[in-house]
């Protein structure tokens, strides 16, 4: 090959090694680009890419000229300083042996990589802003001394997988953090929705208290409870780290708030575990509040509470030993917010005789 030929097409690789680098974020895929041009470009036989990782302390095997390894589970990993490649790795240096690699003291074989088939090796390593990130190398079957050209050229492909490799860990980080710092940002909405509904919750109690009328008193308390109901969603939210909530804790939370102070009534729950997107759940916490305050309200003896999954379904109950909810259209304000609730929200059913039975589908 004539000198100039040879120089235009190891421009034109180093050209292509930087389009590949910016072709892909993937780093299998921009190694597997770059084992492939090194071979041909080079008139080489094989190229192996390595990558280090930091806390095993190896070099691994990621991508090969003919696209072998492609299994993760039987990579070949060597430490640093072992053999030929693990060398120039550890010594920061190219090492070249023109014929008869595999009978150097550094050579190590490994069982699923026949690399005895190969007579020369050009080994590199790979810096990133002068940290260790891998090493590379090309090998033929027939003798050959590289040429400090194609030293040089090695090398500077280096840097650019170097490049690849940094910047495949900066996305990676960008990302993490990203996620991480919108999950934070939603929580801390929720949070806030919180204690707002608590500031609410708290002047429509002090004005409850300022008023005469017992009815508009009690009409306002129960606002108050319909409002912390949908708080204690939004707390639950704030330390789940999905838009989702388990209804079996929403409702604990619940009959904990709402039975404050009501005269020691006994309440015997069976609560399965529901998760549901905030949305239903906050449907859910609204008709357990109606159903629960009534049955305290209007209701006698021990209150019964359930929340059972059934097949698709979820069924939430509420009893007492009363004689439970009307059935008929007779209804205030609480149970129509209660069956619009399930209706719309839920897309489900609510069955008022002798105790209020509401039926849901777990999904839609
Ligand atoms: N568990 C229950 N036991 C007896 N009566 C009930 C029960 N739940 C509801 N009711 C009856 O149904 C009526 C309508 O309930 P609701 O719509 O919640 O309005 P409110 O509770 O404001 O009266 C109640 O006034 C009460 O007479
Ligand atoms: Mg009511």
Do not use: W
Request: charged content about 25%.
């Amino acid at each position: 090959m004539a000198a100039t030929d040879r120089t235009a097409r190891h421009l034109e690789l180093l050209t292509d090694t930087i389009a590949a680098v910016n072709s892909s974020l993937d780093l299998d895929v921009v190694f597997e680009r770059i084992a492939a041009k090194v071979t041909s470009a080079l008139e080489a036989d094989a190229c192996f890419v390595y990558l280090y990782d930091e806390t095993d302390d190896v070099l691994e095997l990621r991508a090969t000229h003919d696209g072998r390894f492609g299994d993760p589970s039987h990579r070949p990993r060597m430490h640093l300083g072992e053999g030929i490649t693990g060398t120039s790795a550890a010594e920061g240096r190219p090492v070249m042996i023109a014929e008869a690699a595999h009978l150097d003291a550094r050579f190590v074989g490994f069982p699923n990589l026949p690399e005895d088939e190969y007579e020369s090796i050009l080994a590199v390593p790979v810096h990133a802003r002068d940290r260790l990130e891998g090493a590379l190398n090309v090998r033929t079957r027939l003798p050959r001394a590289f040429g400090e050209d194609e030293v040089a050229l090695l090398t500077a492909i280096a840097g650019q997988v170097g490049q690849a490799i940094e910047n495949a860990k900066l996305y990676e980080q960008t990302r993490a953090r990203v996620s991480e710092l919108e999950s934070l940002a939603v929580q801390e909405i929720h949070h806030r929705v919180k204690n707002n509904l608590q500031t609410v919750a708290s002047l429509l109690r002090l004005q409850a208290r300022a008023i005469d009328d017992p009815a508009a008193e009690r009409a306002l308390e129960e606002s108050v409870h319909r409002i912390l109901s949908i708080a204690a969603v939004h707390d639950l939210l704030t330390t789940s780290h999905h838009d989702h909530v388990d209804c079996a804790g929403l409702i604990g939370r619940l009959e904990a708030m709402l039975g404050q102070g009501l005269g020691g009534r006994e309440v015997v729950s069976t609560l399965q575990p529901v998760v549901l997107p905030g949305q239903r759940a906050t449907a859910v916490a609204l008709v357990f509040c109606e159903l629960f305050q009534n049955a305290l309200e209007h209701g006698r003896g021990r209150i019964s509470v359930e929340l059972v999954r059934d097949g698709g379904s979820i069924v939430m109950s509420v009893g007492d030993e009363g004689q439970g909810p009307p059935p008929g259209p007779r209804q205030g304000l609480g149970l129509t917010i209660a069956a619009a609730l399930v209706r719309e929200e839920l897309r489900g059913r609510i069955d008022l005789r002798g105790k209020a039975v509401v039926r849901f589908p777990a999904a839609y």
